[in-house]
Each structure stands twice: as structure tokens, then as C-alpha cells.
Nanobody
Framework: QLQLVESGGGLVQPGGSLRLSCAAS????????IGWFRQAPGKEREGVSC????????NYANSVKGRFTISRDNAKNTVTLQMNSLKPEDTAVYYC????????????????????WGQGTQVTVSS
């Protein structure tokens, strides 16, 4: 069964860091573009970061640029989102998603392009 599982969420104080992981079973993440999305209470789900399969080009939402870093660990079949300098407004459920569909520039956060989704992990930034 093809499955994505997120882990690493939790409660952290403002200014702190968390490291989210997206692990796959049943398929190899290296062959997929991976996106991280988040949904805060009362808000729509939004794109946070993306890493392409070929070349590894990365994209970030303006709200997280300079604070979040996406990377692959092909040996572990995981994709990691390192989140630093966290703010209360980063509080959300974070989801990873995978796709092998064509991804023209500017469509990295188009949710309909993604085929597989995880169940999400809660991130809460609060003092």
C-alpha cells in the first residue's frame, strides 16, 4: 500500500525549531516531487515548501523563506522540513504530499497536482 506518514510535530515556543519528516512506504520518494502544506484553524490549506524530483530545485512560500529548509534523505526514503525561528502564525497541521505529474514553474503549490497525501502532524507554536 502506498502511504505517506508525517512525524516530528509538537509544541514549541516562539523562536524555537522543529524538524518534520515525511516517510514513504510502498514507493520511492526520490522519484517524486514532494510538497509540504499546512492548514491553520479556520483557514484554507496552503503550500509551504516543495522539492522537485529532478535536480532537487526547491520552492518556499514567502512567509517561511529564510526560516524553513526542505531536503531529501534518499537512503531513508524521507523528506525533511527543518523549521527554525518559529512564530505563532506557523501553528497548523502540516501535511506532506507526493506527485510524479508534470509541474510547470509556478504550480508547485497547486494541491490538485499531488497524488498522495499524509495524514498530517500538528505543529503548535506558543509560549
Amino acid at each position: 500500500q502506498l502511504q505517506l506518514v508525517e512525524s516530528g510535530g509538537g509544541l514549541v515556543q516562539p523562536g524555537g525549531s522543529l524538524r518534520l519528516s515525511c516517510a514513504a512506504s510502498g514507493f520511492t520518494l526520490e522519484n517524486y516531487a514532494i510538497g509540504w502544506f499546512r492548514q491553520a484553524p479556520g483557514k484554507e490549506r496552503e503550500g509551504v515548501s516543495c522539492i522537485r524530483s529532478s535536480g532537487g530545485r526547491t520552492n518556499y512560500a514567502n512567509s517561511v523563506k529564510g526560516r524553513f529548509t526542505i531536503s531529501r534523505d534518499n537512503a531513508k526514503n524521507t523528506v525533511t522540513l527543518q523549521m527554525n525561528s518559529l512564530k505563532p502564525e506557523d501553528t497548523a497541521v502540516y501535511y506532506c504530499a507526493a506527485t510524479r505529474r508534470a509541474m510547470p514553474a509556478g504550480t508547485e503549490f497547486l494541491q490538485g497536482l499531488y497524488t498522495y497525501w499524509g495524514q498530517g502532524t500538528q505543529v503548535t507554536v506558543s509560549s
